[in-house]
């Protein structure tokens, strides 16, 4: 299944309509690392040692720092370095409907 900017998704030789608004607006933050940062701050990991001593580029870090989007292989390798589970990295935040009308 693809799913297309236009709400629609393929399965086999049918195109359907989405059921559900998918938005991809830059704007609204439905998962958020502030998990990984309180994670970091409670075992004193400064993001200097996140550099230094576990090897996280500064992209990957400006990634977690504005809540975009990472891959899946990046957070199974994020557990394996500190050893925990993905939601101790990142949160999904349920978003109003209403607002992502405005």
Partial sequence: MQLH??????????????????SFNQN???????AFWKFTKE??????K??????????LLDKLRHN???KTTTIDKLCQI??????????YVETDPSESSR
């Fill in 5 to 22: 900017l236009d709400n629609t998704f393929l399965t086999g030789k049918s195109v359907h309509k989405c059921p559900y608004k998918i």
């Fill in 28 to 34: 609204e933050d439905m998962i958020t690392y502030d």
């Fill in 43 to 48: 075992n004193g990991i400064s993001q200097y």
């Fill in 50 to 59: 996140l550099s230094e001593d576990y090897g996280l580029d500064h992209r």
């Fill in 68 to 70: 975009k989007p990472l």
């Fill in 82 to 91: 500190f050893k925990i589970t993905p939601n101790a990295i990142l949160t």
